[in-house]
Structures are given as structure tokens and as C-alpha cells.
């Protein structure tokens, strides 16, 4: 039988881990600047952990395991007749693959607080599972990447995450737009208008302004059931232009009789400022979007998304703060605020825009190409100190035909070949092949390492 691999999953072979480990490397390296540590969770939790946190339709999604041994002990024939899934799954099962690297975390926070400096400042990246149907940029095993700061209220750490986005995109040569939004706004809004169910609605459709124009819009509010006066009170916000700053005053003074929402608006001022006055100046823009509407019943201060300009790829990032991330495990009162990237989407940006370094693919940087037992016995110690150097470097395994090896090397896309014969040993040198221009270059030792870096 010819072997398969599970719907939704995928191998990665050495040019997409190149690709994957230049991604995470790069995301890793930001996060360390910031003082960010990293903390890993396993892949299975206990069911209670992550029962209802996700809400029915995340319940469903879960990937359960069977407990050890015979997972049918504890079932009755009558039971087993019912073929109640969900019930058999409650009895047969303890333990499930995680869902994302939220929970785990707000696990590892309640169970190790005594011993976390808060605030606590971590990173976190690794695969999560979700049982969903498996279509094109939707997979049953996929990474994500965390960063989070738990334990303090400072919108410091928004100013500084914002940062975190824009460095990340800037390395990795992506024109990104960072969006923002504040959650009490939204709350603000509804509250102005008397609407707090249609806060949804009015996102989705004020989303659509560019595409079909402001009639279209406020005949879609009116669909949704907004009343005339309510649609009036949200034209200002609908029809919101200008900078960062002038928006704010438009929505402060749409929601000055919303406590809530003024509160939100100070919020978003505060973490502006260091970007509006130019003493933290960005890479790419950072803009107020009052469209952006994620994890409504999640997010309870700033929310962030980031989209890729120069190609259709959705969100590539996000975030935002919640005030009770361990409240879940009954400790409440603990305030966090963090973002994610979807390292699958960055690397189909990075793919499609054909922005992988070259270096970054590259294995090793020289073949030593091997003519014999002799041979291989002095070029050894010259590969140890190439190693030495730093230079990724290997040697032909068997005494092949030269045109085997070089192909080889052509293969792998090694830009160079180092060959040691008769002559070459004589003169204590060996001979370093270019492997694009062709151009050979006889060299000691020491020239090669030189040469090479």
C-alpha cells in the first residue's frame, strides 16, 4: 500500500524548513530584544483544561485521545447502542491535543504564578490541532506563534508590541498596514445608538464602504434591523477620515455621553502618541480602522491586524488586550495583552513575493569534493577549520565520478567546490571552484576560509 499522510497536515522538506526557520528566526530574534522568553506547553492537555473554552463550536473542533489501554472499560453495552459521540468521547477520553496556545498558557501562568517575575513577558511557538475540514489555507495542524505580556495594565506594552509588528515586517521586507481599534469604542458606539447586539453588523457593513459606497451602506444597516435614528448617529463614524488624531476627535465627540467609550479613545491617544509626535518612528503604517471587530467576547481594550499590502493574503498577524486571561482557572484579575503571527500566511507572503534571502536557503556553502583515500585524509583537517569558522561545509561521502559529485553540489545549490588532487597536496593548497562564474582559484588554508566568508 502506498503511504498517505493525514488530510490537513503536511511534510516540509529542506527548502520549506529553510524557508520556516528563516520566518521563526527572524520573529524570535524580535521578541528576545524586547526581553520576551521563551516557554513551550505539550501538545496534549487534560480535557477539563480545554473543555469550554472555545465556545460549542470550538468543543467540536477539539482532537481528543483515547485514554490508554482499554478505553471501553468504563462503557455499557447500552451506552455504546446510544452511539451518543459526545458522550462516548467524555468517558473514553482525558486528554486532548491543544487547541491554540492561549489556554495552555493561561494554564502555565495559574500553575507556575509563584514562581513568573511579573510582569511576565513570554514568547511561545508551536503546532496547535484543530479538527476542522481541511480546505486551501486551512490545515488540521498548523503553528502559530505568541507573544504576550500578563500582569501589567501599562499601555507601554501595546506602544512596544506595535513595534515588535512593524520590526518583524520591516526584516522580513513585507509593506505591511498595522491596523488598530479599541475595544471599549465599539462598546461605545453601540451604547451611543442602542444597539449593543448589532455592534457585528455595523462593523461588517461600514467594512464594505469602499466597495459599494455609503447608500448601499446604510441600506444594509437598515436590513439589520438599525433604526433611521440610529443610522443617523452613525454617519460621522461610517464616513470617519483624516489622521489617526482626527479621527479621534470625530469619535470622541460621537461618543461623549459613552463613559466606556471615551475611555477608549484616551486609551488609543496614549498608545498613538509615541508614533503621532515621531520620537518612535514606524516602518509601515500604523492606522485607526473602527471596522476592525476581533474576538469581540475576548478583547476588552486595543485590538491589532496586520495586512499584507502587496499581495491578497488576509491577516498575517493580530492581537490585542484582554483583562482576564486566567480568570478561566479561577484566578481572576490578571490583565494581558499580546499578538500572534500566522507563520503559514507569512510564509505564503514570503513565497509569492519571492523574498527569501538566497543565503537563507542555502545548506552548506562548500563541497569538498572527495578523489580517494589520500585525498580525503588531507582535506579533513582543512574542513574541520573551515567548520571552525563557521562555514557550513561538507565532504562528498564516496570517491564517486566528478561529474556525479558536482552534480550534487548543483543539486543543492552549493556556490562552491573546493578540489584537492595530486598537484594541489604537493603545494599544501587547494583549488576553490566558483560554482556560478566557473572561475577557479588555488589557495592555502587560510585564503580558503578568507575566501569563502
Not at 42 to 59: H, I, N, S
Not at 67 to 82: P, R, Y
Not at 326 to 355: C, E, K
Not at 372 to 393: D, F, K, S
Request: charged letters at 25%; hydrophobic letters at 40%; glycine letters at 8%.
Amino acid at each position: 500500500m502506498k503511504p498517505s499522510i493525514v488530510k490537513g497536515t503536511r511534510d516540509f522538506g529542506p527548502i520549506e524548513m529553510a524557508k520556516r526557520n528563516y520566518i521563526l528566526n527572524t520573529i524570535r530574534e524580535v521578541y528576545e530584544l524586547y526581553g520576551f522568553q521563551q516557554i513551550e506547553t505539550p501538545a496534549m492537555e487534560t480535557l477539563q483544561t480545554l473543555m469550554g473554552k472555545y465556545g460549542e463550536e470550538g468543543d467540536k473542533l477539539l482532537f481528543k485521545v483515547l485514554n490508554s489501554g482499554d478505553c471501553l472499560t468504563k462503557i455499557s453495552d447500552d451506552e455504546l447502542l446510544e452511539r451518543n459521540a459526545l458522550h462516548l468521547a467524555s468517558k473514553m477520553c482525558e486528554k486532548g491535543l491543544r487547541y491554540d496556545l492561549t489556554v495552555p498558557f493561561a494554564r502555565y501562568v495559574v500553575m507556575h504564578r509563584e514562581e513568573l517575575q511579573l510582569p511576565f513577558k513570554r514568547y511561545q511557538v508551536q503546532p496547535v490541532w484543530r479538527a476542522d475540514r481541511p480546505q486551501k489555507g486551512r490545515y488540521r495542524e498548523f503553528y502559530q506563534f505568541d507573544g504576550d505580556v500578563v500582569g501589567s495594565d501599562s499601555l507601554l506594552n501595546e506602544v512596544e508590541l506595535i513595534q515588535i509588528l512593524d520590526t518583524v515586517f520591516s526584516r522580513l521586507g513585507v509593506r505591511v498596514q498595522i491596523k488598530i481599534n479599541n475595544r471599549k469604542i465599539l462598546s461605545g458606539i453601540a451604547e451611543v445608538i442602542g444597539a449593543a447586539d448589532k455592534i457585528v453588523d455595523i462593523t461588517v457593513a461600514i467594512d464594505k464602504l469602499d466597495k459599494i459606497g455609503i447608500d448601499n451602506v446604510n441600506e444594509e444597516l437598515r436590513n439589520d434591523g438599525l433604526t433611521e435614528e440610529q443610522i443617523a448617529k452613525l454617519q460621522p463614524i461610517i464616513l470617519l477620515e483624516g489622521s489617526n488624531e482626527e479621527k479621534l476627535t470625530t469619535i470622541a465627540e460621537v461618543l461623549k455621553d459613552s463613559e466606556t467609550g471615551l475611555k477608549g479613545v484616551e486609551e488609543l491617544r496614549t498608545i498613538l502618541s509615541p508614533f503621532t509626535s515621531h520620537q518612535t518612528p514606524l516602518e509601515n503604517e500604523l492606522q485607526l480602522d473602527l471596522t476592525l471587530a476581533r474576538g469581540l467576547n475576548y478583547y476588552t481594550g486595543a485590538i491589532f491586524e496586520v495586512k499584507a499590502l502587496d499581495t491578497p493574503m488576509g491577516s498575517i498577524s493580530g492581537g490585542g488586550r484582554y483583562d482576564n486571561l486566567t480568570g478561566i482557572f479561577g484566578m481572576p484579575g490578571l490583565s494581558g495583552v499580546g499578538i500572534s503571527f500566522g507563520v503559514d500566511r507569512i510564509y505564503d507572503v514570503l513565497d509569492a513575493l519571492d523574498l527569501y534571502p538566497k543565503d537563507s536557503l542555502q545548506t552548506s556553502r562548500v563541497l569538498f569534493i572527495n578523489f580517494g583515500e589520500t585525498e580525503t585524509a588531507y582535506c579533513l583537517p582543512i574542513i574541520a577549520q573551515v567548520r571552525q569558522a563557521g562555514i557550513r561545509a561538507e565532504l562528498f561521502p564516496d570517491a564517486a565520478k566528478m561529474k556525479k559529485q558536482m552534480a550534487y553540489a548543483n543539486a543543492k545549490q552549493i556556490p562552491f567546490v573546493v578540489l584537492a588532487g595530486e598537484s594541489e597536496i604537493a603545494e599544501g593548497k587547494v583549488t576553490l571552484k566558483n560554482m556560478d562564474s566557473g572561475e577557479q582559484t588555488l589557495l592555502t588554508t587560510k585564503e580558503l576560509v578568507s575566501a569563502l566568508r
